[in-house]
Each structure stands twice: as C-alpha cells, then as structure tokens.
C-alpha cells in the first residue's frame, strides 16, 4: 500500500509527502476514519477517506483525499469509490456527507455532482499550525 501511496499522492498534491507504512496503520486503525480503496487485481487505482464523526448537531460524514491513478481515470473508479463512501457513511449514520474540490478538477466536480452533492454557499477557512 505504502508504493501505491507513492504513486498516487502526488497526483493529488504536490506539497504533501505520500504517508509512510506507520501513517497508514494509524490511519485505518482509526475509528473515525476509513480508508476505501479501487482496486484492479493488486493494482490499487485510487482511494479516498471517509470520516464520521459526531457533532451535537448529529452524526456526519467527510470525504477527503480522493485521488485516482491517471492510468484509470474515465472507467468509473471515482464514482465507484464515493458511491461505496456514501453507502457507508449512511450504515453509520451520517445525516450528511460534505466534501471539498477545487474549481479547476472539473471532471471531479463533475462526478461530485452526479452523484447528488450540491455545492453550498458557504466559506471554507484553513488555519495552520506552526511547526
């Protein structure tokens, strides 16, 4: 998983490290999170993270990450892995599920909108920790 990491993180950031074979661990070992992934045999074709949580407003769902190997984009493999997300964050009771994508991933905000997200009128703010 770590080489498939390798591979396809940096189809989906050029400023963030692919995560190393402890990060993964971690991050499936995490009861808020789940990593779903495509896969073609062994191949691994893309993955994303979905994250529940409780908020006092109810339970709801985050989607993140999603990145799919450029080699597999068009067959359905992104459509695939948030159809399977949203099915999973509904079995756990999810009252919602919000995701972000930037304007310029136009065939994401394609398949985002296919598959029933509506965009919102909203901010999105980032504050980041100092090292």
Do not use: C
Not at 4 to 31: D, K, M, N
Not at 82 to 90: I, V
Request: proline share 6%; hydrophobic share 40%; net charge neutral.
């Amino acid at each position: 998983m770590v080489v498939a990491f390798a591979r396809l993180i940096p189809q989906l950031s050029r400023s963030s490290p692919p995560p190393t074979a402890a990060e993964i661990h971690e991050l499936i070992s995490s009861p808020a999170t789940d990593l779903i992934v495509a896969t073609d045999g062994d191949d691994i074709l893309g993955a994303l993270t979905l994250v529940v949580f409780r908020i006092p407003t109810g339970i709801r769902g985050w989607i993140e990450d999603v990145v799919v190997d450029g080699s597999a984009r068009g067959r359905g493999v992104g459509e695939a892995l948030t159809q399977f997300a949203l099915e999973l964050a509904r079995s756990k009771g999810a009252k919602t599920v919000d995701l972000t994508s930037r304007p310029s991933r136009e065939a994401a905000n394609r398949l985002y909108q296919r598959a029933g997200f509506v965009e919102r009128d909203t901010n999105v703010y980032r504050f980041t920790q100092e090292p």
